[in-house]
Nanobody
Framework: QAQLVESGGTLVQPGGALRLSCVASGFTLDYYSIGWFRQAPGKEREGVSCIFTNDGSEFYVDSLKGRFTISRDNARNTVYLQMHSLKPEDSAIYYC???????????????????????WGQGTQVTVSS
């Protein structure tokens, strides 16, 4: 059964850094779009970043470029999200999701983007607070 498991979420101070991990099981990350998303209380889930697992091409929502970096380690079947200069407004549950298509990531700033992903993890909580 295909599964994604996120980890690495924790309490971090403003200005701090954090790396989240998304481990896939039941399938190999050969030709997938893997996206990171987040959902804050009372808000809709939103896309954060996306990566092609075949060549590592990276995609970001415009508002988060420069602070977040996505990467992958296909040997470990894992995708990472490195976050820097964290702000309280970055507090949310962070999810990863997979779509077996290399057409998905470029849609990251489009409406309906979330619906393209069929495999979702359970999420990991990130809290940015002093």
């Amino acid at each position: 059964q295909a599964q994604l498991v996120e980890s690495g979420g924790t309490l971090v101070q403003p200005g701090g850094a954090l790396r989240l991990s998304c481990v896939a099981s039941g399938f190999t990350l050969d030709y997938y779009s893997i996206g990171w998303f987040r959902q804050a209380p009372g808000k809709e889930r939103e896309g954060v970043s996306c990566i092609f697992t075949n060549d590592g091409s990276e995609f970001y929502v415009d508002s988060l470029k420069g602070r977040f970096t996505i990467s992958r380690d296909n040997a470990r079947n894992t995708v990472y999200l490195q976050m820097h200069s964290l702000k309280p407004e970055d507090s949310a549950i962070y999810y990863c999701a997979a779509d077996q298509s290399l057409l998905t990531c470029p849609e990251i700033n489009s409406s309906g983007y979330l619906k393209l992903f069929g495999i979702w993890g359970q999420g990991t909580q990130v809290t940015v607070s002093s």
